[in-house]
């Protein structure tokens, strides 16, 4: 089995679209070849890691996609990120090539000259304009070499909203068995589908379910590397696009923008939101702009992208949907399987699954067990028709007096009140319920309420242990590139 | 019946021709007047009995005086469904098992005072109680639910089972919390006879709000029971701990 992605995708069809420029496949074969020619000529092979230091561009397309072709695995990193979070993946991963997109320039310097990187190979992939770094290219394009499926191919850093960040270990059959399951939803992903490419590349969302997908069907892909709605409207109705996957706040902005009844997204025909929860307004709201029914799904890094799917997210809120096929999927409390309608831990069991964390069994045994099943760290509760809603990350949710609140079910609530933006919900020890509720908030500009308002609005919708002890005005909520609440940074 | 022998004092088994009169029979049948001597006596010796044990009841208010209303209350004791059934205002039913009906003391005497007969055991047993406790809610009566399901043998609050959810959100009945304190001591669980000295007291909380539950489904059934038994908690002032007293009689319901 060969590595190539885009294999037998004819040569002129578009693959990419990125500002004024089409890339066809058959372009895009050419550079992904040459890119590979200068990876072996480096010393780069199988089994080796190659870090991608890019942002929704060409260059991490064609990074991923060389790295893959010689049988290493793809370690791909925002250009945008921090660099001192950017140094901190690189150490973990300790990849023997690093290729960066023009915009990264200065970490790749940075990281030749302070030989972060083994080989010393650092550069951008083949037809990036000159810099101060070399292009690793071969002069002819060379054919990606054959690979066992059970091989590592990509390590994607989970968002690490618990604890530290984890590398998780993605073999060829993870990531394509995740993709069929995608494939095979009846989303229309196919060769006419035109794909929009502004969710992050460096998640799993992005990187399996959005770009590898519509690459592994001969898809054409809209790039966007800085998120604009505005923009990204502009560019979802020149392409005429059919098939969007996107996060809430991507979806919330989108319906800000364009107000009531907009014809942008007419030729869209597969429009679905994960990764963060779906606030039932957004829903709303995209339905009003867009006369679109949002999907959501439910997945992790460690499952290669989606596991349960809702197709009608408006009209079932809250809901991540049913298992995909192929997916087990069962809620278990104490290590036994719950009882009908309460709450459990999601173990997940797909032939997706991950391999494990890079260098750290320890974390691995704690989530991948023996009989293959996956231990999300995640609280749903299910319905009878096997309908799954999340309650929350397991370590998220707040025990008051006993009493389980989920944080998300607050930040609900307090986000219906007309002066707040947005909300995080953390739990704060007490001496005497154990925990308690506290809640920061954002406020709308221009708006002013006292934090007592506030409570007295949550005591109006929530039961007793479910309000907050305090309500903390900030100016800014801490929140991943995809729009999690990191409620870390508030305990 | 063992060997075609039948043993002496034993009650029969559990046979489905065992002729078990449905919620209707029972409401209806309440109101005879050998019935309602039967329970006015009832009540009077539950009364004579509740000022030996010091019985105390706030909350009144709270209790609708008439239409179908869910009393959802914790469970130490034996003598917790007496009180309910007998020391309140307006007559409260109570579910209770099939096997009475099979006995001649307590065959008559019980639906007479206000307990529902319901087969026990597995899904049907589980879905006929919720069944015919809708049946008494449809009749506008009010019915008694523990929602832990059993007698909790540690004195702790636990979690409850989603049938009151589903009972609450099928019904469109109002949930009144309720907390009962100082009955474990009068009897408690495991003991057969009840002591004659006691300090009880019921607390009647209000009201639970059931706008806040969209939705009938199991996650909004969970919440409606999580919530009941913070206001029970609240009541009682027994400490709550977030798992089964113990390992559920009441199976799925099929909705």
């Not at chain 1, 009608?312 to 409390?333: D, F, I, Q, W, Y």
């Not at chain 2, 001597?37 to 609708?64: F, V």
């Not at chain 2, 005086?65 to 039913?93: E, K, Q, Y």
């Amino acid at each position: 089995m060969d590595s190539d992605p885009i294999a037998g995708h004819p040569a002129t069809a578009p693959a990419l679209f990125e500002g004024e420029r089409t890339i066809t496949y058959g372009e895009l074969r050419d550079i992904v070849g040459r890119t590979a020619g200068g990876l072996t000529g480096g010393g780069v092979g199988p089994g080796d890691r190659v870090a991608v230091v890019s942002d929704n561009e060409l260059t991490f397309v064609t990074g991923v996609l060389a790295a893959l072709s010689v049988g290493a695995t793809a370690c791909p990193l925002p250009a945008s990120s921090p660099d001192e979070v950017l140094v901190t993946r690189l150490a973990d991963v300790e990849p023997t090539a690093v290729l960066v997109s023009p915009a990264a320039t200065e970490l790749g310097v940075a990281c030749r000259d302070h030989d972060l990187v083994e080989a010393g190979l650092v550069g951008h992939p083949a037809g990036s304009p000159s810099s101060d770094l070399p292009t690793i290219e071969a002069a002819s394009p060379m054919p990606a070499v054959p690979v066992d499926l059970t091989a590592p191919a990509v390590i994607l850093h989970t968002s690490g909203i618990i604890g530290a960040p984890r590398a998780a270990v993605l073999t060829h059959h993870n990531l394509r068995a995740a993709q069929d399951r995608m494939i095979a939803y009846g989303a229309g992903l196919d060769a006419s589908a035109v794909g929009f490419g502004a969710l992050p590349f460096n998640h799993v969302m992005g990187l399996n379910v959005l770009l590898l997908t519509h690459l592994r069907v001969g898809a054409s892909l809209v790039l966007q590397a800085r998120w604009n709605p505005v923009s990204a409207l502009e560019l979802v109705e020149r392409h005429r696009v059919t098939s969007i996957v996107a996060v809430p706040p991507m979806w919330s902005s989108w319906a800000d923008v364009a107000g009531e009844a907009s014809g942008a997204m007419q030729s869209v025909t597969f429009a679905r939101t994960g990764a963060s929860t779906l606030h039932p307004d957004v829903a709303d709201a995209v339905y009003d702009s867009f006369g679109i029914e949002l999907a959501q799904g439910y997945g992790l890094t460690e499952t290669a992208g989606t596991v349960t799917m809702e197709p009608a997210a408006r009209r079932h809120p809250g809901s991540v949907g049913r298992p995909l096929p192929g997916v087990e999927l069962r809620l278990v409390e104490d290590g036994e399987p719950v009882q009908p309608g309460d709450r459990g831990e999601i173990w997940v069991r797909t032939d997706s699954v991950f391999e494990g964390y890079l260098d750290d069994p320890v974390a691995t045994a704690e989530v991948l067990l023996a009989d293959g099943w996956c231990r999300t760290g995640d609280v749903g509760i299910q319905d009878d028709d096997g309908t799954l809603y999340l309650v929350g990350r397991s370590k998220d949710l707040i025990n008051v007096s006993g009493f389980n609140v989920a944080p998300v079910e607050v930040e609900s609530v307090l986000q219906q009140h007309e002066s707040v933006s947005a909300a995080v919900v953390v739990g704060e020890p007490d001496p005497v319920s154990g925990e308690r509720v506290a809640a920061f908030v954002t406020l709308v500009p221009g708006a002013t309420v006292a934090p007592e308002a506030l409570i007295e609005h949550c005591r109006g919708r929530l039961s007793g242990y479910k309000v907050p002890s305090s309500v903390r005005v900030v100016d800014r909520l801490p929140l991943t590139a995809i729009g999690k609440r990191v409620r870390a940074q508030l305990r | 019946m063992v060997d075609g022998v039948a043993t002496v004092g034993a009650l029969p088994a559990a046979d489905s021709t065992r002729r078990v009169p449905n919620v209707a029979d029972v409401i209806l049948g309440a109101e005879r007047p050998q019935n309602r001597i039967a329970h006015a006596a009832m009540q009077s010796l539950t009364r004579l009995l509740s000022r030996r044990w010091q019985l105390t009841i706030n909350g009144l208010e709270h209790l609708p005086a008439s239409g179908p209303v869910i009393l959802a209350a914790n469970h130490t004791s034996f003598v917790d469904s007496p009180l309910l059934m007998f020391c309140l205002p307006r007559r409260v039913w109570f579910l209770g098992k099939a096997e009475y009906m099979d006995s001649w003391r307590t065959r008559h005497l019980f639906p007479a005072v206000g307990m529902i007969p319901i087969e026990r055991g597995g899904r049907r047993g589980a879905l006929s109680a919720l069944r015919a406790a809708l049946g008494v809610l449809e009749h506008g009566q009010a019915i008694g639910i523990y929602p832990e399901g059993t007698r909790s043998r540690d004195g702790k609050l636990h979690r409850g089972h989603t049938g009151l959810g589903w009972l609450a959100l099928r019904s469109g009945a109002p949930i009144v919390p309720v907390g009962i304190q100082g009955t474990a001591e009068v009897q408690p669980p495991d003991a057969a006879l009840f002591k004659l000295a006691g300090d009880c007291h019921i607390a009647i909380g209000r009201e639970i709000p059931m706008s806040r539950y969209p939705g009938r489904d199991r996650r909004a059934q969970r919440s409606v029971t999580d919530d009941v038994m913070f206001e029970i908690s609240q009541l009682s002032g027994q400490q709550y701990v977030d798992h089964y007293a113990e390992p559920p009689e009441l199976a799925e319901v099929e909705l």
